[in-house]
C-alpha cells in the first residue's frame, strides 16, 4: 500500500469509531435534549473525517473537489438541523431531564 | 490487504452504528427524538454512499447521488422541524 493509502484508512477508521460512539450515546443518554449531544456533535466530526479519507484516497481531481463540497455542506448543514430541532422542542415546552432530588 | 478491502469493513461499521440509531427511531419517547434520529440516518447515509461508490469503482455516478441526498434530508428536516414547532405547515411572518 501507497503512504498516502495508510494515511487515508487511518483517517476513515477514526470516522467510524466517532460514528459508533455516538450512536452508543444515542441510545444511552438518558434525556432528548443529552441526546442531541451524541446526535449532533460525534456524528459532523466523524462524517467530515471519513470524507477527507475519501478525498485522499484520490486527491487532486474534480471528485475530489466534489468530496469537499459534500464535506462542508455537512459542516453547515448538520449543526443546523440539530439547532432547528432542539429549539422546536423546547418552544413545544420539553422539559429538560435532571438528576433527582434526595 | 488492499485499502478497499478496508474500506469495505468501515461501512459495515457505518451500517451497524445505522441499526443502532434504529432502536432511537423506533422507540423514541417523544416526536423529537424520531426526526433526530432520522436526520443522523440520513446523514450517515449521504456518507456511506460515496463508500459504497468506490467500491463499485464507478465513484462519480455515486458522489452525485450523496449530495443531492444530502440536500434532501437537511431540507426534509428542517421543515418537520419547523412544523414541529409552529404547529402549522405554512404562515406568513407576523
Known amino acids: 500500500?501507497?503512504?498516502?493509502?495508510?494515511?487515508s484508512a487511518i483517517f476513515v477508521f477514526g470516522g467510524t469509531f466517532f460514528m459508533v460512539v455516538g450512536s452508543v450515546g444515542l441510545i444511552?443518554?438518558?434525556?432528548f435534549y443529552a441526546?442531541?449531544?451524541?446526535?449532533?456533535?460525534?456524528?459532523?466530526l466523524g462524517e467530515i473525517l471519513i470524507v477527507l479519507g475519501l478525498i485522499l484516497y484520490e486527491p487532486l481531481s474534480f471528485l475530489s473537489v466534489?468530496?469537499?463540497?459534500?464535506?462542508?455542506?455537512?459542516?453547515?448543514?448538520?449543526?443546523?438541523?440539530?439547532?432547528?430541532?432542539?429549539?422546536?422542542a423546547y418552544k413545544r415546552g420539553l422539559v429538560p431531564w435532571r438528576k433527582k432530588q434526595e | 490487504m488492499d485499502i478497499l478491502d478496508?474500506?469495505?469493513i468501515a461501512g459495515i461499521f457505518v451500517a451497524i452504528s445505522i441499526v443502532l440509531d434504529l432502536y432511537r427511531a423506533f422507540s423514541g419517547?417523544?416526536?423529537f427524538d424520531r426526526v433526530m434520529a432520522v436526520s443522523v440516518i440520513g446523514t450517515k447515509t449521504a456518507v456511506i454512499i460515496p463508500i459504497i461508490g468506490f467500491l463499485f469503482e464507478r465513484p462519480g455516478l455515486f458522489i452525485d447521488i450523496s449530495l443531492s441526498y444530502a440536500l434532501l434530508n437537511f431540507v426534509g428536516t428542517l421543515i418537520v422541524a419547523k412544523?414541529?414547532?409552529?404547529?402549522?405547515?405554512?404562515?406568513?411572518?407576523?
Open chain 1, 1 to 7: 500500500m501507497e503512504p498516502l493509502h495508510v494515511v
Open chain 1, 28 to 31: 444511552r443518554l438518558p434525556d
Open chain 1, 35 to 44: 441526546r442531541l449531544h451524541a446526535a449532533g456533535k460525534p456524528d459532523t
Open chain 1, 66 to 88: 466534489k468530496l469537499f463540497f459534500l464535506s462542508f455542506f455537512i459542516l453547515v448543514a448538520n449543526p443546523t438541523a440539530t439547532h432547528a430541532v432542539a429549539m422546536a
Open chain 2, 6 to 8: 478496508l474500506f469495505m
Open chain 2, 29 to 31: 419517547p417523544t416526536v
Open chain 2, 83 to 94: 412544523y414541529l414547532e409552529r404547529g402549522e405547515l405554512w404562515s406568513p411572518y407576523t
